[in-house]
């Protein structure tokens, strides 16, 4: 099957003014999406996570080799290519309905289709009582929720996800991420997300691409066939948690 998502011998070069030598972050990267997967990337700070998820989402080029969706080369930001930062970036004078909303009012949707829209949108994330809050008077986790609504209203194909709960207290992570893979059950998009944290890729992921700062590439692909909703307490949970943060310490032994 022809992967959603194909990262081609992918080389991503930096030429700052502040450094002498240039910065090479990804080294011939290769990596498949296929269309429905949930994969997480994981690897230590500074090794090119964003960067990767910047090229996928035609936010930059890469130096050398191509990014495509679905066979086609990615040159730009597309509608079907959907991103969901780690600081919600919500419009702060904007209620929660009109930041839902707000992706919408680039297409042409009726009003009546918009409202449905959001209204499927709050239900699902449980935020029906605060559709006319503002972004300050909600939490981090309900504002996080009211982000990702807005992307997938505009109903992408990919969903990309930079660390998305990394600001979140552990409870509310938690929270979130099992009302994530709901949503996802429901409504099967495909997924990469962005993560340091070893548990919650165990915990999301079909599969988890583990980066390495010192190859500029991927270092190790696992696939996690555990049922969902996984069990933390599953001795193959803590196995693989074990293998992957001993691999990661190694990762950052050498960087
Ligand atoms: P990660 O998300 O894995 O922490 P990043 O992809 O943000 O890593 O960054 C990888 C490396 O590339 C870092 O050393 C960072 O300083 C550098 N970098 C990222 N973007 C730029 C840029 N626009 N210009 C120069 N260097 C950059
Ligand atoms: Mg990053």
Same mark, same amino acid.
């Given at each position: 099957m022809q992967p959603i998502i194909s990262v081609n011998n992918i080389t991503k070069t930096f030429n700052t003014d502040g450094r002498l030598e240039s910065l090479t972050v990804l080294n011939n990267m290769n990596v498949d999406i296929q269309e429905n997967e949930f994969v997480c990337i994981v690897g230590p700070s500074g090794c090119g /996570?964003?960067?990767? &998820?910047?090229?996928? *989402?035609?936010?930059? *080029?890469?130096?050398? +080799?191509?990014?495509?969706?679905? +066979?086609?080369?990615?040159? /730009?930001?597309?509608?079907?290519? +959907?991103?969901?930062?780690?600081?919600?970036? &919500?419009?702060?004078?904007?209620?929660?309905?009109?930041?839902? *909303?707000? +992706?919408?009012?680039?297409?042409?949707?009726? /009003?009546?289709?918009? /409202?449905?829209?959001?209204?499927e949108f709050l239900k699902i994330i449980g935020l029906e009582n605060f559709r006319k809050s503002y972004p300050h008077e909600l939490s981090g986790g309900m504002q996080q929720r009211v982000a990702i609504a807005r992307t997938l209203a505009n109903s992408p194909d990919v969903v990309l996800m930079d660390e998305p709960f990394g600001a979140l207290d552990a409870y509310t992570r938690i929270l979130l991420q099992k009302e994530l893979l709901r949503i996802w059950e429901y409504d099967k998009k495909t997924i990469i997300f962005v993560t340091h944290s070893v548990d919650e890729a165990i915990y999301l992921a079909d599969r988890i691409i583990l980066m390495s700062g010192r190859n500029g590439g991927i270092n190790r692909e696992v696939s996690v066939d555990m049922p969902r909703i996984r069990d933390r307490a599953d001795s193959r949970y803590a196995k693989l948690t074990q293998e992957l943060l001993e691999e990661l310490e190694q990762l950052n032994n050498i960087m």
């Open positions: /996570k964003s960067t990767l &998820l910047r090229l996928i *989402a035609g936010l930059e *080029a890469p130096t050398e +080799g191509d990014v495509l969706y679905r +066979g086609e080369n990615l040159t /730009k930001p597309r509608k079907e290519i +959907g991103m969901v930062f780690q600081n919600y970036s &919500l419009m702060p004078w904007l209620n929660v309905e009109d930041n839902i *909303a707000m +992706g919408l009012n680039f297409k042409r949707v009726s /009003k009546t289709e918009k /409202k449905k829209t959001v209204d």
